[in-house]
């Protein structure tokens, strides 16, 4: 599968091209329900499609597994990393509390309104390790962005050359991660 080229120095001036350098294994399922059927003049008909599928990288050049690169050996295609939070503060008080033992390594003039993270690995301090899968801090997996359970609904009816149909569809899972200037 064509990949991100694996990071190179600055120095370039330009983007790294993406290159053949990755494998990719891809796995799913696939539902079909239809019924067709006619009384008298009248035809109708439904049919239901239920899919999901996920995909995952068995081989990329980053032997660090470094959660900056874009792939590492193990993932799944639409992972979101992230920290987790415990709520947002309602006093002054709580969040000076809250920052005794979880001290984000960002940021500062934390007040009450500022969300609250979660120390995961015990160490006193919100960070995000070593940005790696074996160090990845107090980051965890909190979400995938990959489309799952798509589905599809069609229902058609037909009277004396007069017909009508219906079709809807949709995805019952996904995760998404806002970026940008407003988030």
Do not use: C
């Not at 990719?24 to 049919?47: F, H, M, N, P, T």
């Amino acid at each position: 599968m064509v990949g991100p080229a694996p990071t190179l120095p600055t120095v370039l001036g330009a983007n790294a091209p993406k290159i053949n350098n990755t494998n990719l294994k891809a796995y799913g399922w696939e539902l079909e329900l239809a019924w067709r059927d006619k009384i008298q003049q009248v035809s109708y008909g439904a049919r239901l499609t239920l899919s999901d599928g996920q995909q995952e990288v068995t081989k990329y050049p980053n032997e660090t597994k470094s959660l900056a690169q874009t792939y590492y050996d193990g993932m799944k295609l639409g992972e979101i990393w992230g920290y987790t939070t415990v709520g947002i503060a309602q006093t002054d008080e709580q969040m000076t509390n809250h920052l005794k033992g979880n001290q984000p390594t960002w940021g500062n003039n934390w007040q009450a309104g500022d969300i609250m993270y979660a120390d995961l690995d015990g160490d006193g301090s919100v960070s995000e390790g070593s940005n790696t899968v074996d160090d990845p801090g107090d980051q965890r997996i909190i979400g995938n962005s990959t489309p799952r359970y798509n589905f599809g609904i069609t229902l058609d009816a037909a009277w004396k050359g007069f017909d009508i149909s219906i079709f809807l569809q949709g995805t019952a899972k996904r995760d998404f991660f806002l970026t940008g200037p407003y988030f």
